[in-house]
């Protein structure tokens, strides 16, 4: 994949997190409550990439995604 920014090619890898409660996209000023909930967030303008998980069970999650070192951007499909 080319990076949409400098046209460059760009790095296959992933975005990944561990004993999270999920991964989220929130617009400014959007917030997870207590108990993370999928309507919660979307009824925020929020995405959830990944869970959302309210457990104290270890979990990870992963995105692929590609990143460009030159620009400092990550593309990610969800």
Do not use: H, W
Not at 39 to 62: A, C, F, M, R, S
Request: positive net charge; hydrophobic residues 30%.
């Amino acid at each position: 994949m080319n990076c949409p920014v400098c046209g460059k090619e760009m790095e296959k890898g992933k975005v990944t997190t561990d004993y999270s409660r999920g991964l989220f996209f929130l617009p400014p000023g959007g917030k997870i409550g207590f108990v993370a909930t999928r309507k919660g967030i979307e009824k925020q303008g929020g995405i959830v990439l990944d869970g959302p998980y309210n457990t104290n069970l270890p979990n990870e999650t992963e995105i692929p995604a590609y990143i460009c070192r030159d620009c400092r951007k990550i593309v990610m499909e969800y």
